[in-house]
């Protein structure tokens, strides 16, 4: 069963708000005490400014664009990849008509796909609200939270519609082992063929 988690607004500490406007953290009580500036309560009863808050204070864009990510690896799954992006756009269109579509096709270990590269140059951008994927996996093989943290940095949600690995999982994730050691095995013979002729050329 899908499980989609919902693309919220990133809340900033008094502290944290105060420094993006320059002002105190005082002033931000008096801004919230007065209906000037809107803030929510933790559960620990802590008073947190939500980012579009301050956005709209600085007269920034509004956020709304979602970037779509879709991936497969090899061109033998282009038609999933069809059907990948086809569950994407019926989700996103729930959350915002606003969008953008990136899709690869190449390994969960290549860090150097061209669609990836492009939906990380978005990140910062002040339109940006989220990035939706169909699975984890899709978008990174590893390292998933560290990317997870840096969107949360520029108040970018990462919204994963399947907590649960892809059914292509243990296939892809397979393939990009071999592809690996194969790939380090031919560096490693690369050198020590190297090695073998620079003493040859000394002998």
């Known amino acids: 069963m899908k499980n989609s988690k919902n693309i919220t607004t990133s809340l900033l500490r008094l502290s944290e708000a105060a420094e993006k406007l320059g002002t105190t953290t005082q002033t931000l009580r008096n801004w919230t005490n007065s209906g000037r500036l809107k803030s929510v309560r933790t559960e620990g009863n802590q008073r947190r400014i939500p980012l579009s808050e301050i956005e709209r204070l600085q007269g920034s864009p509004k956020r709304t664009k979602i970037l779509v990510y879709a991936r497969v690896s090899t061109q033998k799954q282009k ?3 069809d059907r990948q992006v086809g ?4 989700h996103v269109i729930t959350i915002s008509k ?7 096709i190449g390994s969960g270990l ?3 796909r061209k669609s990836f590269k492009k939906l990380l140059n978005r ?11 169909e699975y984890k996996d899709r978008i990174s093989r590893y390292g998933f939270s ?3 943290t840096y969107c949360n940095n520029f108040g970018v949600f990462v919204n994963v519609m399947n907590q649960m690995d892809s059914q292509d999982f243990e296939q892809e994730f ?5 592809s690996l050691i194969a790939s380090y095995s031919a560096r490693l013979y690369g050198r020590r063929g190297g090695r073998a002729k620079k003493n040859e050329s000394f002998s």
């Open 98 to 104: 606003d969008f953008e579509l990136y899709k690869d």
């Open 123 to 133: 990140i910062s951008d002040p339109d940006v609200l989220g990035i939706l994927i």
């Open 87 to 90: 569950r994407l756009l019926e």
């Open 146 to 148: 560290t990317l997870e």
């Open 174 to 178: 397979s393939k990009d082992i071999v």
């Open 110 to 112: 290549n860090d150097n």
């Open 79 to 81: 038609d999933n990849l």
